[in-house]
Each structure stands twice: as structure tokens, then as C-alpha cells.
């Protein structure tokens, strides 16, 4: 037991996020069924799935309501809905708030 603690203080940073990113790997691998039975309860529209899509982490709120082709106040709307749900999940706060789709989660 003594020599894996050893090991584990000696792995470097790329060890720690390989490891790490097998653990979101598998936890993906769990919540996924769960992920796509909200989706089909859902019933997105297909305006929906697009801000859905856009939810990359990288586009503000107003950037996907004009991708998308819809309301900001429409996307401002929506996007708290599905975080509640667990479905998105916001990766700022303020004026730069910004979502992330599960299925978009770099991992």
C-alpha cells in the first residue's frame, strides 16, 4: 500500500488529467441512458435542439440566440430550465455566462 502512495505523489500533471479524464469518461458512460430519456421527454423542437447544439461552453447567451435564430429572452428562458434538469451546465456567471450540453463536455 506504502509503494502506491509513493507512485501516486510522483505522477505528473498529463498522469493526473489522463486519469482523471478516464473517471468522466466512465461517469459519462452512467448518465448518458439518463441524458437522452430527458431529451425524448423533452420533445425538443428543432429550435431547441439547435440552442441545445450550441451550448458549447464558448458562445455567450446572445450568440446562440442569434445562431440559433431565436430571442435572447427565449434562450434566457429555456437555458435555466434545462440546467434545473441537468441537462446543461453553466461554466460562468454574469454577463458572460455560458452553457455547456453534457454531451459537449470535453473529456
Request: proline share 3%.
Amino acid at each position: 500500500m506504502k509503494d502506491r502512495k509513493v507512485s501516486n505523489e510522483r505522477m505528473g500533471d498529463d498522469e493526473i488529467v489522463n486519469r482523471l479524464s478516464i473517471v468522466c469518461k466512465l461517469m459519462y458512460m452512467q448518465v448518458r441512458p439518463g441524458i437522452e430519456m430527458l431529451k425524448e421527454e423533452l420533445k425538443m423542437t428543432k429550435k431547441q435542439k439547435g440552442v441545445y447544439l450550441l451550448c458549447d461552453g464558448e458562445n455567450q447567451i446572445s450568440e446562440i440566440a442569434k445562431k440559433a435564430k431565436c430571442s435572447q429572452r427565449y434562450v434566457e428562458k429555456l437555458l435555466p430550465e434545462w440546467e434545473k434538469k441537468g441537462l446543461i451546465i453553466s461554466v460562468a456567471k454574469g454577463p458572460s455566462k455560458r452553457y455547456v450540453n453534457i454531451e459537449n463536455l470535453q473529456i
